[in-house]
């Protein structure tokens, strides 16, 4: 029991920290969120392209702020970067594994589960660096990966900031609701991302006339919006990544949770590290 309760944290933030990354996920959101609260008159003015650049300034140096402020503190040691690299680098293996097939993605479960032993820094970072990583291995590079990754490390800390005294079966019942809830919260910002793209656009089909309107009063464009996520990604793609992290979590969660645990303990981030006579 005490065990279980320790609540290792392989990166422990401090207060200066906790007020930049809280800041930096206020920021983030306003950033995903700006379409359905300030409108423009101006349709060419409301693309994400020329915002991409400010969400990596805004997104990447939180990471390094992170990092050096609990390097300053002592709350990071090399242990814990060597646990990040290696946890980084599964996740970018494990993400081409089905992904662009009906929603399919591995990447987050795992994210989740190691949020959820390691803590709320340690997620979020790991979520960054997941997406990074993996955005390079598979030439996913391009003007929605900072959205992705903000996304991603959203998910990482809302894991590492679930109750605490949760276990055995209700804990994994927890893990699971919140894998299908991430899902969908991934989708939802990343249609959000792409919705004010369609500003000024055609749309045909099912989606006709559910493009953003720059100006138009903010209750018609938050109708258009939920329809439009609906429809392009809350049946289809979002439900599919909710399957599988709820599948990956009930199957595959318990297994993983003590294999994280007993490398944390071992770890023992909080100890200085020694090396042999």
């Known amino acids: ?42 349709p060419s003015a409301v693309g994400h392209t020329s915002d991409a650049p400010f969400l990596f300034m805004a997104t990447l140096p939180v ?12 709350g990071l040691d090399a242990k814990a970067l060597a646990l990040l690299g290696v946890l980084s680098a599964i996740n970018a293996g494990l993400r081409p594994i089905g992904a662009g097939t009906g929603g399919i993605e591995l990447v987050f479960f795992l994210i989740v589960l190691a949020g959820r032993v ?12 997941s997406l990074f990583a993996s955005a390079l291995l598979t030439a996913g ?49 990343m ?20 493009g953003f309107v720059p100006g138009a009063p903010v209750l018609g464009n938050l109708h258009r919006f939920a329809v439009f996520t609906v429809l392009t990604s809350t049946l289809g793609w979002d439900t599919g990544r909710a399957v599988t992290n709820l599948l990956a979590i009930v199957l595959l969660g318990p297994a993983v949770l003590t294999v994280l645990r007993r490398a944390a303990r071992r770890a023992a981030f909080t100890a200085p590290v020694t090396f042999g006579q």
């Open 1 to 42: 029991m005490t065990d279980f309760l320790a609540r290792p944290r392989a990166i422990r933030i401090r207060p200066r920290a906790a007020v930049v990354l809280a800041t930096a996920s206020v920021l983030g959101l306003a950033m995903f969120c700006w379409p359905l609260l300030y409108g423009h008159p101006e």
């Open 63 to 74: 990471l390094i702020l992170v990092v050096l402020a609990e390097l300053a503190d002592g």
């Open 118 to 129: 390691f803590g709320p820094g340690f997620g979020f970072v790991l979520g960054s660096t």
């Open 141 to 189: 590079v391009g003007p929605w990966l900072p959205f992705q990754m903000l996304a991603s490390s959203l998910i990482g800390l809302g894991a590492g900031l679930l109750p605490r005294r949760v276990r055995g079966k209700a804990e994994i019942a927890m893990l699971a609701a919140y894998g299908v809830f991430a899902a969908y919260f991934f989708g939802l910002l």
């Open 191 to 210: 249609s959000l991302w792409l919705w004010p793209f369609l500003a000024g656009t055609s749309l045909s089909g099912a989606t006709a006339g559910l």
